[in-house]
């Protein structure tokens, strides 16, 4: 399997609690400008200690499983959890949050 594959796999599940929460919130576009933020920042420190790690020998990666697509030395593929964080962790604040209003 690859790491794309893999990745389709959590980000298929990220996307449908996405739409769950999109189709639950009132207010859907008042998150929208904080989890952009979020995601930018995200992908920066993820370009960056990801290099990091990669170049001191933390992580390695089988090259016959990633795309060779890079940023840096960082599989594009390693990307995809930053993004994954980003949207999945406000959907489950709208779908997981207090229903009398507090």
Request: aromatic share 8%.
């Amino acid at each position: 399997m690859t790491y794309w594959a893999l990745n389709a796999i959590f980000l298929a599940v990220v996307a449908i609690i996405g739409i769950l929460a999109i189709l639950r919130a009132r207010r859907s576009t008042s998150l929208l400008v904080p989890v952009v933020i979020t995601l930018l920042v995200l992908l920066v420190v993820t370009a960056v200690f990801d290099n990091v790690m990669i170049g001191v020998g933390l992580v390695g990666y089988d090259r016959a499983r990633i795309s060779g697509a890079f940023i840096g030395i960082a599989p594009l593929e390693d990307f995809a959890y930053a993004v994954a964080a980003a949207l999945l962790l406000p959907s489950l604040w709208i779908l997981l949050g207090r229903k009398d209003g507090a």
